[in-house]
């Protein structure tokens, strides 16, 4: 198995990417501590596998991080999936829009790797994975603004951890997916009025014609925790159907 013997830490664990990453890297020996806001959908991914423990956790709490990360054990893999999607434009988006999308996008991600990164590199090294998006320095989408924007700081934070740290031994790689059928997107869809519509169109900016799911991002978070990606570390890797080609 390509992760046995690994202890992962991971965000956002209960749904979309984060829950089938966790079952992926579990079925692939690691040992997966899996955080979330969600108590209920944390149980649920429990059941999926014995080598999955749980615990909640908010991204936007300093106080709530550092507590976890001192109970926690040291990993050697973090994965920052924690993130949320602000569905406007510059002048749609409000204050209470940018502190959300930053404090929960950029700076709770800084955060855990603040808090794990002097564990690691105690340890002799590690990988660091953060979930950034094609929707970012890559390009564009309309009524994307802050998400894109932080996103942009995901990549940035994820080169300098890279170079600050790589004589440590710990690499840090960013994934940025296209569009992916996660439960959040489906909720963004029904939310436009016309579900069927939205699907279409998001599926006609996938040239592959094929719509996207969590389940196609896990096998890059799991090559990424793995020694098979151990000269791989400041590097974005974009999952996305095409949309960026």
């Known amino acids: 198995?390509?992760?046995?013997?690994?202890?992962?830490?991971?965000?956002?664990?209960g749904a979309g990417i984060g829950r089938a990453s966790a079952i992926a890297m579990a079925r692939e020996g690691a040992t997966?501590?899996?955080?979330?806001?969600?108590?209920?959908a944390l149980e649920?991914?429990?059941?999926e596998h014995d080598s999955i423990k749980t615990a909640v956790l908010d991204v936007t709490d300093a106080g709530a991080i550092a507590e976890f990360a001192a109970s926690a054990p040291v990993?050697?893999?973090?994965?920052?999936c924690a993130g949320w999607v602000h569905d406007g434009t510059l002048l749609e988006a409000t204050d209470e829009d940018w502190d959300r999308s930053f404090a929960i996008n950029i700076r709770g991600m800084a955060r855990m790797a603040e808090a794990f990164l002097p564990g690691m590199i105690e340890a002799g090294g590690g990988s660091i994975i953060n979930m950034a998006s094609v929707v970012s320095s890559i390009t564009g989408a309309a009524s994307r603004c802050a998400y894109?924007?932080?996103?942009?700081?995901?990549?940035?934070?994820?080169?300098?951890?890279?170079?600050?740290?790589?004589?440590?031994?710990?690499r840090c790689n960013a994934i940025c997916p296209g569009t992916v059928l996660t439960p959040s997107l489906k909720a963004r869809m029904a939310a436009?009025?016309?579900?069927?519509?939205?699907?279409?169109?998001?599926?006609?900016?996938?040239?592959?014609?094929?719509?996207?799911?969590?389940?196609?991002?896990?096998?890059?978070?799991?090559?990424?925790?793995?020694?098979?990606?151990?000269?791989?570390?400041?590097?974005?890797?974009?999952?996305?159907?095409?949309?960026?080609?």
């Open 1 to 13: 198995m390509r992760l046995a013997g690994k202890t992962v830490v991971m965000t956002a664990a």
């Open 32 to 40: 997966v501590h899996a955080t979330d806001i969600d108590a209920a």
């Open 192 to 245: 436009r009025g016309d579900y069927e519509a939205a699907y279409q169109a998001m599926l006609d900016r996938q040239p592959l014609r094929e719509m996207t799911h969590p389940e196609d991002i896990a096998p890059m978070v799991v090559y990424l925790a793995s020694d098979e990606s151990r000269v791989t570390t400041g590097q974005f890797m974009v999952v996305d159907g095409g949309w960026t080609i």
């Open 75 to 80: 990993p050697d893999v973090l994965f920052n």
């Open 148 to 170: 894109g924007a932080t996103k942009g700081a995901v990549m940035g934070l994820t080169k300098s951890i890279a170079a600050d740290y790589i004589h440590d031994r710990i």
């Open 44 to 47: 649920s991914l429990a059941r």
